[in-house]
């Protein structure tokens, strides 16, 4: 079922968007060659205690981190561990945060030191392909326009379009009604209504949009082998077009 926010429950999440774009600018920091995705999880724990904030992601559905760390070829889910970054990594960090019940939920993919241009150009392009997305919320809007949006950027310059993971509703549940794809087509779809909150999260394929799931269990990754980014904001649906909530 879908919801439509209050203004109390809009500014709940706009709190708990505000901190999750500090912990992105904190961890962001502290990306460098050498540290392991354990120490970016403790990092980003510590700050949420510290704004009397919760991790969605520990214990949803028996997931073990306090955020989703996916390098290079692992498209969302990675689990934090001992793992060290090597320059040249791509590493994607899904935060989704708890503020007095309401969620926010964002992810960006950063450069690990020096990356090659091939690397780059998907960042680059998965961050403009979610923006793409973002630009045609509003009242009255479809998911298949964003779908469409998110989609026909991706193609244009050649990048897969992961089908099997999606963005989502949210409010006092981290994933709520209803699913948002990265594909569609215009004017199809659940319209958007003012009020509603969704995660827009294009994941975006340097190679295939294939993906297969490791032994974890957890762990989706390209079945290519080639890179995969992943961007994502939690955005308001307002009458004549959206706020994001997860940014400055």
């Known amino acids: 079922m879908v919801s439509i926010k209050s203004n109390e429950e809009i500014e709940l999440m ?3 968007g505000h901190i999750n774009y500090l912990c992105h600018k904190l961890l962001e920091k502290n990306l460098r060659p050498g540290i392991t995705t354990k120490e ?9 205690e510290e704004n009397d904030c919760y991790s969605s992601t520990i214990g ?9 760390i996916s390098v290079n070829d692992e498209v969302v889910h990675g689990i ?26 964002s992810a960006a993919t950063y ?14 392009h998965t961050k403009n392909a979610l923006y793409e997305g973002i630009k045609e919320v509003k009242d009255g809007a479809t998911l298949g326009d964003i779908g469409h949006a998110i989609e026909s950027y ?7 379009v992961v089908r099997e993971l999606c963005g989502h ?23 958007l209504k003012e009020g509603m909150t969704i995660a827009i999260e294009p994941m975006l394929n340097l190679g295939s949009r294939n993906v297969c799931m490791l032994d974890d269990d957890w762990t989706i ?3 290519d082998g080639k890179p995969s980014a992943h961007f994502e904001h939690t955005v308001l649906v307002k009458k004549d077009g959206y706020e994001i909530l997860t940014g400055e």
């Open 14 to 16: 706009k709190h708990s």
């Open 40 to 48: 970016l999880e403790d990092i980003a724990r510590k700050f949420m």
């Open 60 to 68: 949803y559905e028996g997931y073990p981190g306090y955020l989703c």
């Open 80 to 105: 934090p561990s001992g793992r060290k970054l090597k320059n040249g990594d791509i590493v994607s960090l899904d935060i989704s945060i708890i503020y007095k019940g309401y969620h926010s939920d």
């Open 111 to 124: 450069p690990v030191g020096t990356i090659n241009e091939k690397k780059a150009y998907l960042i680059e």
């Open 154 to 160: 991706a193609h244009k310059h050649h990048l897969g």
């Open 169 to 191: 509703g949210i409010g006092n549940e981290l994933h709520e009604d209803p699913d948002i794809p990265n594909y569609g087509k215009p004017h199809t779809g659940m319209i």
């Open 221 to 223: 990754v390209t079945e």
